[in-house]
């Protein structure tokens, strides 16, 4: 049996993430204080009783995800053996570490430098997403083609839900563009910027630095990553995928494809929320999804 273990993205976090997980064991409660002690600043107590606005801060968000999966799939012990893993956008730094590929200091400073980078890129030029249901991938890259404002495919979440992502002017006018065309809905999604985009180059160029710096090992299994939904094992191959997701996007059906090609026949989401088996199950209503549990 191949078992795929699967990592969500920004927008699983909730108040009260990561409590649980907190009081499992000395083990968990450890890892929870180390990151308090990395990032300076307590994110358990925000993660455990702020609010949802609190939640909301990029440089929380991120690394409040990052450490319920990554700390779920260790507290997992020998229940965590993936044949192969996946993460979606932010999901992929967790992913690494849980397959042992970064540590999890290094996968914590990578998620908070990327945090903030992508906050100051969005301060730097307003920008937004929207989520467009009911069209093929095609027609989505074709009608973002033909805006002359920035606009561009960022997520293939499963067929018939592409998020679209850049200026508020090119999303905006692509949204008319794809209820002309027949979608069923644009919804412009409540985020702070043109994630997966051009317009992220700023926070890619920063954070390229810290990628190279840092020491990444072969995981125990393939990872599938966001940038060409292929299995990789080769540091170098992963370092240089890894730089480009900030402007590239998120090929999360074609990941989902190519692993149930590659034998794949459960799905287990580690962290917060149920988004990721959702989206399984679009893609293959046949295949087993579970969320991890301790």
């Known amino acids: 049996m191949k078992r795929a273990f699967i990592f969500p993205g920004q927008g699983s976090q909730f108040v009260g993430m990561g409590k649980e997980l907190y009081a499992h064991n000395n083990s968990t409660q450890e890892l929870f204080e ?18 949802e606005d609190d939640l909301k801060q990029t440089k929380v968000t991120q690394p409040a995800i990052f450490l319920h999966s990554v700390i779920l799939a260790k507290a997992l012990g020998e229940g965590f053996e993936p044949a192969m893993v996946a993460g979606h956008s932010l999901g992929e730094f967790s992913a690494l570490v849980a397959a042992g590929a970064l540590s999890f200091e290094n996968g914590l400073q990578l998620v908070a430098k990327r945090a903030n980078a992508m906050q100051k890129a969005c301060e730097i030029q307003p920008s937004t997403m929207a989520a467009i249901l009911g069209l093929d991938d095609f027609t989505v890259e074709d009608i973002c ?36 065309a027949g979608a069923k809905r644009a919804i412009k999604l409540n ?21 190279e710096a840092v020491t990444i090992q072969s995981p125990i ?33 074609q990941t989902v494809l190519h692993m ?35």
Not at 159 to 169: D, E, H, L, R
Not at 191 to 211: K, T
Request: charged share 20%; glycine share 8%; net charge negative.
């Open 145 to 180: 083609h033909r805006v002359s404002d920035v606009v561009v495919p960022a997520n293939y979440n499963c067929p018939g839900q592409v998020v679209i992502s850049g200026t508020i002017a090119g999303v905006d006018r692509a949204c008319e563009l794809m209820l002309s």
């Open 34 to 51: 180390k990151a308090n002690d990395l990032l300076g600043f307590r994110i358990t107590d925000v993660m455990f009783h702020g609010t």
């Open 191 to 211: 985020v702070g910027g043109a994630f997966h985009s051009p317009l992220m180059e700023l926070a890619r160029v920063e954070l390229q630095e810290a990628i």
């Open 260 to 294: 149930i090609e590659d034998g794949c026949d459960s799905f287990t989401e580690v962290g917060p929320g149920n988004v990721l088996q959702g989206l399984v199950k679009k893609v293959d209503r046949q295949k087993a999804t579970q969320a991890a549990t301790v």
């Open 221 to 253: 299994c393939p990872i599938y990553q966001n940038i060409d939904a292929l299995p990789q094992t080769d540091p170098s191959k992963i370092k240089y995928n890894l730089i480009e997701q900030l402007t590239g996007a998120v090929k999360w059906t």
